[in-house]
């Protein structure tokens, strides 16, 4: 007797939570990544409308949820090819984007960034950069970013704006007790 009646919130709840799942499965990457574009941090120019020519940073505005994407404490491993994948599928790095559909990275770009014989928190702070630029530029209809290499250009760029230091200091706050 008690079995049937719990059975039923049973079944009710683990719908649910298999609906829950289902929903942040099938979450676009470009939904995932309107909250690292919030408050206007970032923003993507165009004079010609065809390309990118230039970002506006306000490093101050950047908000908390671009910063909790890195990893709690600065990890210095080497990565295998096989992270450095995990690392691009989390950014969303191996699906093109709707509007800047050649920005994939593909088995090259894997193998190009495991022969830098990066450490694993300058793959994360480059992957997050190039997922944000790239995102910026979708939002912003700011033009195409034709190429990977453009793509690390301007990703590079925003690392020097302050996305750099900003991840060191969320590091080095860490290892503060």
Known sequence: MFVQRLFPSMMCSLVVLIMLVCYAVAQKPEDKDAKLLEKG???????????????????????????????????????????????????????????????????????????QN???????????????????????????ITNIGDLTFWAKALRGEGLSEAAQKKWESAKKP
């Open 41 to 115: 941090w970032i923003e993507c120019r165009s004079e010609d409308g065809k390309k990118v020519s230039g970002l506006d940073v306000s490093i101050e505005k950047m908000p908390k949820s671009v910063l909790d994407q890195l990893s709690e404490t600065k990890d210095t491993r080497i990565l295998s090819p096989a992270e450095i994948r995990v690392h691009a599928r989390k950014h969303g790095l191996l699906e093109a984007p709707a509007k800047n559909d050649t920005l994939k990275m593909d088995d090259g770009d894997i193998s190009f960034y495991a022969k």
């Open 118 to 144: 990066l450490q694993a928190w300058e793959i994360e702070l480059q992957f997050l950069s190039l997922r944000i630029v790239r995102a910026a530029a979708e939002r912003d209809g700011a033009g195409r």
